[in-house]
């Protein structure tokens, strides 16, 4: 029996297996979490951020007045010997009337402030004070409740200190409030510190520290981000830089020239015939290479004429090459971004036409084809054809100058534009560049004008 080979490979579910220990999905959070977790989603203190942190309050709220209810029914139903005994139906209400506004009043106001948008110190300055004053409002509001019942309570005498020192010995429980002695009330500052603290947790101190370290955050990415446009912007100059200095390269004016003198020794007139060639290329080319970095798009004309020209020049040099340049009349005004279409004729060139034996050709076409994602859209499809080697020599469709046009496009066209390589029928390779139809005028007439 033949050994059946182990398996190479696995799932990732198989590699991964779904433990408890995983984490949500976001989408499943943004469906299952609570307001405040909805809240955390948004900028502290803003309208939605307040409006959800006041939902994840109405829970905490509706609790606490059930529990106050509920004492104040146990406290309606005893039966009190002392008249001076106090029930706190008043004191809850005011409770919870101070805690209400303790977490909100204050993060309301704070969104009031950012809601104007100020500027960074004088914003911080006006939701810590909105801040400040719900917990002072807070604070006072529960300390009312307090002096409420001080007011209330008389002071005990004698036999009520006994009867309370006699009852607190028992396991007899009474629903109400008693304080033995005046002296007690001196214990209250503790409980005052004890509530500043609280309303302060509960007030916004803790969203005003999230508040300013999100802002830091916030002004850090901003910044980041200005980084990185500036870092892309730059990449993109040198990117352009290095595709368009590549366009003349030293093999091509050096073999162009030492044509040219072999030329003006045999034929001088296929000399001369070569050096205007050279001119026209160069005409057409050094303008857009001494670009200051505007120059983001061009006319197809004018890419056509640099294409007319190199060929020229190659022609002369391999007379076995042949080409063929097409253009319809109403695409020559075209934008295209400059020297793309002449980089993929010297990609043929170089890696094709070169490498191969005996007559050859190239044929450069620009035509509109219908885009396969829009019915009734249309794209401008530039393509370069020729009848080289193909992917067997040392084109893979890789190449430094392919990943540079790959690159350019979507920066220029964000996924609208693609640059294609496929095989030809009849041997070679077709590269086709596909981009959206815009007018050169339209585009050169002012810098409001998108592609």
Same mark, same amino acid.
């Given at each position: 029996m033949?050994?059946?080979?182990?398996?190479?490979?696995?799932?990732?579910?198989?590699?991964?297996?779904?433990?408890?220990?995983?984490?949500?999905?976001?989408?499943?959070?943004?469906?299952? %979490?609570?307001?405040?977790?909805?809240?955390?989603?948004?900028?502290?203190f803003?309208?939605?951020?307040?409006?959800?942190?006041?939902?994840?309050?109405?829970?905490?709220?509706?609790?606490?007045?059930?529990?106050?209810?509920?004492?104040?029914?146990?406290?309606?139903?005893?039966?009190?010997?002392?008249?001076?005994?106090?029930?706190?139906?008043?004191?809850?209400?005011?409770?919870?009337?101070?805690i209400?506004?303790?977490?909100?009043?204050?993060?309301?106001l704070?969104?009031?402030?950012?809601?104007?948008?100020?500027?960074?110190? @004088? !914003?911080?300055?006006?939701i810590?004070?909105?801040?400040?004053?719900?917990?002072?409002?807070?604070?006072?509001?529960?300390?009312?409740?307090?002096?409420?019942?001080?007011?209330?309570?008389?002071?005990?005498?004698?036999?009520?200190?006994?009867?309370?020192?006699?009852?607190?010995?028992?396991? $007899?429980?009474?629903?109400?409030? #008693?304080?033995?002695?005046?002296?007690?009330?001196?214990?209250?500052?503790?409980? #005052?510190?004890?509530?500043?603290?609280?309303?302060?947790?509960?007030?916004?101190?803790?969203?005003?520290?999230?508040?300013?370290?999100?802002?830091? !955050?916030?002004?850090?990415?901003?910044?980041?981000?200005?980084?990185?446009?500036?870092?892309? $912007?730059?990449?993109?100059?040198?990117?352009?830089?290095?595709?368009?200095?590549?366009?003349?390269?030293?093999?091509?004016?050096?073999?162009?020239?030492?044509?040219?003198?072999?030329?003006?020794?045999?034929?001088?007139?296929?000399?001369?015939?070569?050096?205007?060639?050279?001119?026209?290329?160069?005409?057409?080319?050094?303008?857009?290479?001494?670009?200051?970095?505007?120059?983001?798009?061009t006319?197809?004309?004018?890419?056509?004429?640099?294409?007319r020209?190199?060929?020229?020049?190659?022609?002369?040099?391999?007379?076995?090459?042949?080409?063929?340049?097409?253009?319809?009349?109403?695409?020559?005004?075209?934008?295209?971004?400059?020297?793309?279409l002449?980089?993929?004729? /010297?990609?043929?060139?170089?890696?094709? #036409?070169?490498?191969?034996?005996?007559?050859?050709?190239?044929?450069?076409?620009?035509?509109?084809?219908?885009?396969?994602?829009?019915?009734?859209? /249309?794209?401008?499809?530039?393509?370069? $054809?020729?009848?080289?080697?193909?992917?067997?020599?040392?084109?893979? %469709?890789? %190449?430094?100058?392919?990943?540079?046009?790959?690159?350019?496009?979507?920066?220029?066209?964000?996924?609208?534009?693609?640059? $294609?390589?496929?095989? @030809?029928?009849?041997?070679?390779?077709?590269?086709?560049?596909?981009?959206?139809?815009?007018?050169?005028?339209?585009?050169?007439?002012?810098?409001?004008n998108?592609?």
């Amino acid at each position: 029996m033949l050994n059946q080979p182990a398996p190479t490979s696995m799932s990732s579910l198989e590699k991964k297996p779904v433990t408890s220990d995983q984490p949500l999905p976001g989408k499943l959070i943004d469906k299952l %979490g609570s307001w405040s977790v909805k809240a955390q989603h948004y900028p502290v203190f803003s309208q939605t951020w307040f409006r959800y942190r006041a939902l994840s309050f109405t829970a905490p709220l509706g609790v606490l007045g059930l529990i106050m209810l509920t004492i104040s029914i146990f406290v309606a139903n005893e039966k009190v010997a002392s008249p001076d005994s106090v029930k706190p139906y008043i004191m809850f209400l005011v409770l919870y009337l101070g805690i209400s506004l303790n977490l909100l009043a204050g993060r309301w106001l704070a969104t009031q402030v950012r809601k104007k948008q100020w500027q960074k110190k @004088r !914003e911080i300055l006006g939701i810590a004070s909105s801040l400040v004053f719900g917990i002072v409002l807070s604070l006072i509001i529960v300390e009312s409740a307090d002096r409420f019942v001080d007011k209330t309570l008389k002071k005990s005498s004698p036999e009520t200190k006994e009867r309370v020192h006699q009852l607190s010995k028992t396991n $007899e429980v009474k629903v109400g409030v #008693i304080i033995a002695d005046e002296e007690e009330h001196k214990l209250n500052i503790p409980n #005052i510190v004890l509530w500043i603290f609280l309303l302060s947790w509960w007030g916004g101190v803790l969203d005003f520290r999230t508040y300013l370290k999100q802002r830091r !955050e916030l002004e850090e990415a901003s910044i980041q981000e200005k980084i990185d446009q500036y870092k892309n $912007e730059r990449n993109q100059a040198q990117m352009r830089l290095s595709v368009l200095a590549s366009q003349v390269e030293p093999h091509f004016l050096f073999n162009t020239l030492s044509g040219v003198r072999a030329a003006m020794l045999s034929d001088p007139a296929r000399g001369v015939a070569i050096i205007d060639h050279l001119v026209d290329y160069l005409r057409s080319t050094i303008p857009q290479m001494r670009s200051d970095g505007n120059l983001m798009l061009t006319s197809v004309a004018n890419q056509f004429d640099s294409v007319r020209a190199y060929l020229g020049v190659i022609h002369m040099r391999i007379p076995r090459l042949s080409f063929n340049v097409e253009c319809p009349t109403e695409l020559l005004d075209c934008a295209v971004p400059p020297l793309m279409l002449i980089s993929l004729v /010297e990609n043929a060139v170089k890696h094709g #036409i070169e490498p191969k034996k005996g007559a050859v050709q190239i044929t450069v076409r620009a035509r509109k084809i219908k885009a396969s994602d829009l019915a009734n859209a /249309e794209q401008l499809c530039l393509s370069v $054809e020729d009848n080289g080697v193909g992917f067997g020599h040392s084109n893979s %469709g890789s %190449g430094i100058g392919l990943s540079n046009i790959r690159e350019r496009l979507k920066h220029l066209y964000a996924g609208d534009a693609s640059l $294609e390589l496929s095989m @030809r029928e009849e041997g070679g390779i077709e590269a086709r560049i596909l981009l959206p139809i815009s007018r050169y005028d339209e585009y050169s007439s002012g810098p409001n004008n998108k592609i």
